[in-house]
């Protein structure tokens, strides 16, 4: 069966965004039994778990069982600010405490850390967490699943029906929804990857991506617009600037919603090209820093601790900027080497960043600070995605990875320019021009 070994935990409050590195000695073997504790009686207010989220979902099935990493987080409340131990039980397997006291005195935050799960048995697992505060109160638990499915490498993609002509440019998975973006003002939802409805998005300016938080989809596109919906159906409009600009990336992490875009690189502009928007709940939205001039962001990733975003620019000689931040209001510059292409997007695949972009090169990063350049045979790569234990990039061509450094074309002839991919429920599911929409063999190319 599969081991998951934790790494570490971290703690973050909401409010000050202040981390505390909590050591954990937790080995989890998943061996078909089950251990849990009897409730106790105790007295005080409990903590609550709001959100339970980990990162992928799903890995392919390998019969040496290679480990990869996945990323969780528990989002909580405790007004009482007296964690002391979460419980983490895998089922089957067994349950194993944490001890959390780190985050003594915190009211609300979030607890994130990564652990590596083998990959040498197919099946479904149960993950509960729970938190128990000083006195014994339990919180409610909280079950997400995760999947090892059986590899079908050698099989082909297949395509499947979207119902629109319309460009499609993002895509994103929610807990139980798929959402697709793109030209038009195009929205589309799936329960399944198969079957797609058009969703009513209230404009008809091009959507450039959308994210999921956990608890809503963000989606942000032309003239810095930026929709929420808690359902992928219901769409409201948060923000928008009529006359300039345009969001390209989006992602959330640490209790917070980061946007990326430009403003018009235009000669005398009174204002930076570069464009970075945060927000706490999707609603309101304030602008940030650097202030980089000519300078438009592309794609931005989130691995925990740190926000990546790329960025590109037209002045001459050109050059591709990366901007990093531990708090998402703060951001650190720092030039790709050797290059003078564009970096269309970025993803964090549990141990590195990686990035996808023009001129058939690609990046990888262990902090989101140092960085090295790689060959790949493709000149136009505009997305990027990790399952965890394999990278796939997709535009012009796809390619597979193990490590982002070494990358081998897949067989498959794909006529259509994809925009974006994501790896969602054992396959990947990537989206493009005339509104294809094509997912990869069960367990991935």
Not at 49 to 71: H, K, L, Q
Not at 300 to 317: C, D, K, N, Q
Not at 332 to 342: A, I, N, Q
Not at 350 to 361: E, I
Request: hydrophobic share 35%.
């Amino acid at each position: 069966m599969p081991t998951v070994a934790s790494q570490a935990l971290q703690t973050k409050t909401e409010t000050s965004l202040r981390t505390l590195t909590l050591p954990l000695l937790l080995a989890v073997l998943l061996t078909g039994c089950d251990s849990s504790t009897d409730p106790e009686t105790s007295i005080g207010t409990s903590p609550v778990i709001t959100n339970f989220t980990f990162s992928p979902e799903s890995t392919a099935y390998y019969p040496w069982g290679d480990p990869i990493t996945v990323r969780g987080t528990v989002t909580f409340t405790d007004n009482e600010g007296d964690l002391a131990t979460l419980l983490l039980s895998i089922n089957p397997g067994r349950a194993d405490t944490i001890d959390v006291t780190g985050a003594t005195g915190i009211t609300s935050g979030e607890l994130y850390g990564v652990f590596r799960v083998g990959t040498g048995a197919p099946g479904s697992y149960s993950v509960t967490v729970t938190l128990i505060d000083s006195k014994g109160n339990r919180s409610n638990p909280t079950t997400k699943n995760f999947r090892v499915a059986v590899d079908r490498s050698g099989a082909t993609w297949g395509y499947r029906t979207s119902g629109t002509t319309s460009e499609l440019l993002g895509i994103a998975a929610g807990d139980s929804l798929l959402v697709a973006v793109g030209e038009q003002g195009t929205i589309l939802t799936s329960r399944d990857g198969r079957a797609w409805e058009t969703r009513n998005s209230g404009t008809t300016d091009p959507l450039w991506a959308v994210a999921w938080t956990g608890q809503e989809f963000i989606a942000v596109g032309e003239f810095c617009t930026i929709l929420s919906s808690t359902d992928g159906i219901v769409w409201t409009t948060r923000y928008q600037k009529r006359s300039e600009g345009a969001l390209h990336g989006v992602t959330s992490g640490g209790g917070l919603i980061v946007a990326v875009g430009g403003y018009p690189m235009m000669q005398g502009a009174s204002t930076d090209s570069t464009l970075i928007l945060t927000s706490p709940d999707g609603i309101v939205w304030t602008e940030r820093g650097p202030g980089l001039r000519w300078h438009s962001l592309q794609g931005i990733a989130w691995s925990g601790t740190r926000f990546v975003a790329t960025a590109t620019t037209e002045a001459s000689p050109s050059e591709v900027v990366v901007l990093s931040s531990v708090d998402g209001l703060a951001w650190t510059p720092d030039t790709l080497p050797g290059v003078d292409y564009s970096v269309f997007d970025i993803t964090w695949t549990g141990t590195s960043f990686v990035t996808a972009g023009t001129g058939g090169v690609s990046f990888v990063s262990n902090n989101g600070m140092g960085w090295q350049r790689y060959t790949l045979d493709a000149t136009h790569q505009t997305g990027i995605a990790s399952s965890g234990g394999k990278l796939v990039t997709v535009g012009w061509n796809t390619l597979t990875s193990d490590d982002g450094r070494s990358w081998d074309r897949i067989p498959a002839q794909i006529p259509q320019r994809l925009r974006d991919v994501i790896w969602h429920d054992f396959q990947y599911i990537a989206v493009g021009e005339q509104g294809t929409i094509i997912v990869s063999p069960p367990g991935g190319p």
